[in-house]
């Protein structure tokens, strides 16, 4: 056992992040590459970014792997048909043996990175937003459905700030939003937001929070708003999972660094009388496929035994 050595890889959507670690979670190397989201990249692009992040981790190490875990958005609902392609790729390199690549989504890993628990809920806010619970053989998703909807994330955010910038300049409903983004001229501001709205439209949620902090009347009901959204969506899949004592609530993205968001979110969950243990994330999702990845290991030793 001391000798085996593991990987987890986090196909995301801005890039692809693979950590090396030895058998007792020792982390031995880190392989950053571009973007592996095969619904942005195609399988092909995917395939290549994240093995080239897995040869930056082992790097000139002369090492074979005894299991790596990959994890990728929509992989069990969109690609599990075409995932072959991307172990095919990986095997071919010679470090591993196709039987022991395994593919996941990127929700588990998140997960798994804050808790070793296998039962739980999830709730992601960051550019995007998704609450999912598992619970046995049981898992449910709610959200997590496109920038479009994803309530409570940054995007959503953004788009509440946008109007609200939209309302003060238009109808002098004033909102301190306005003067901390720093864009008081609306065609400067058009220009801006809609060069690329997917980029834009969340990069305003920071001005969200500083107005939120400053006691903003306007800030702080879009925080109240989405907080909301998403601790509704927890509630939902507690109820359906029929959790009836203590599990974990991970939180993990970029709004659950936002007090006023925290603040806001937790409140709610405790008011609907959760059996939640609400912890925010440490870790980055990538830890949470090395311990997927280590866990495979386990099984097969009991297996054989």
Known sequence: MDELFIAGVDGGGTKTECLLSDISGRILGQGLAGPSNPRNQGIDKSAQNILLSIKRAIGRKNIRLSSLYIAIAA????YSGRLKKISDKIASAGFIDKR?????????????????????VLVIAGTGSVVRGWKGENQIRAGGRGYLADEGSAFWVGQKAYQA?????????????????GYEDLNELNRWIYADPTITVPQLSTAVDLAAEAGDKTALLIMEEGANELAGRVNFIE????????FPLIASGGMFKSKAFVYFFERKIKKEGSFANFIISKNRPVVGAVKMAREKIYDKEIKKR
Not at 103 to 119: L, V, W, Y
Not at 169 to 181: A, C, E, R, V
């Open 165 to 181: 910038i939209i309302n003060h300049i238009d109808l002098n409903k004033k909102t301190l939003i306005t003067k901390i983004f």
């Open 100 to 120: 022991a690549i395994l593919f996941g989504g990127d929700q588990e890993i998140a997960f798994r990175a804050a808790t070793d628990e296998n039962d739980g």
């Open 239 to 246: 109820k359906s999972l029929k959790f009836r004592k203590e």
């Open 75 to 78: 992989a069990e609902e969109e």
